[in-house]
């Protein structure tokens, strides 16, 4: 069964430092989905992109933050200088109908910023 | 702005029980629901997705019910097993996913 794949499994970074996400869609869908969970919290909506462009954003998902489709396959999300408080874990999720039937989501990335 | 809430945080059963989990959200306007299952550290396992125009859904043990007008689901687990104890998360989806806060089950042997 497809599934969606996310890299690294765990990220470690310098407070300051850049750091991009990355994960790889479902082939056939066409919605792609940030979430972030913080330890201990509630997972959270960070944005939506359809089209080549973010469709929806949360309040969470400032300028900071920047997502983009490079290529056919990937889907990535950029947070330009981490912070302390972004150590969370990172959720991708595609959809082929805008949620309609769902999101899938992939086993996440876990972003720790020391 | 859609708020999903469930109850209780935790619950705590003995192998066996059949238990029901509750979650309850504020704008009906709905695409579907869903319920997943998260382990320590881990990531989001899709239980069961019901759709707006559906009113429930089972896998195996698991039967999820949606009543849309009151904005309330549950998800029944029956014959709890040890395997079971994780945290089980509510998300309601109106173009984006909003989730629960969960709720930690934990079966004991």
């Known amino acids: 069964e497809p599934e969606v794949t996310q890299t690294p499994s765990h990220q470690v970074t310098q407070m300051g430092q850049e750091v991009i996400l990355r994960c790889v869609p479902i082939s056939n869908h066409l919605y792609f989905y940030w979430y972030r969970q913080i330890l201990g919290q509630k997972v959270e909506f960070l944005v939506s992109?359809?089209?080549?462009?973010?469709?929806?954003k949360s309040e969470i998902f400032d300028d900071q933050f920047s997502v983009e489709r490079p290529d056919g396959s990937n889907f990535t999300l950029k947070i330009r200088s981490t912070k302390l408080e972004d150590s969370a874990m990172y959720f991708c999720?595609?959809?082929?109908?805008?949620?309609?039937?769902?999101?899938?989501f992939g086993p996440g990335t876990r972003l720790t910023v020391t | 702005k859609q708020e999903v809430t469930q109850i209780p945080a935790a619950l705590s059963v003995p192998e066996g029980e059949n238990l029901v989990l509750n979650c309850s959200f504020t704008?009906?306007?709905?695409?579907?629901l869903q319920w997943f299952r998260q382990d320590p550290g881990k990531g989001l396992t899709s239980l069961l997705l019901i759709q707006s125009s559906q009113r429930e859904q089972t896998s195996g043990r698991l039967n999820a019910s949606l009543d849309k007008s009151s904005g309330r689901s549950t998800l029944y687990i029956a014959a709890s097993q040890p395997g079971d104890s994780a945290t089980y998360l509510c998300?309601?989806?109106?173009?984006?996913?909003?989730f629960g806060a969960g709720t930690r089950l934990t079966v004991k042997p």
């Open positions: 998300a309601v989806d109106n173009n984006d996913m909003r």
């Open positions: 704008d009906s306007a709905i695409y579907n």
């Open positions: 992109f359809y089209n080549n462009e973010i469709s929806e």
């Open positions: 999720a595609s959809s082929p109908t805008g949620g309609i039937i769902g999101e899938y």
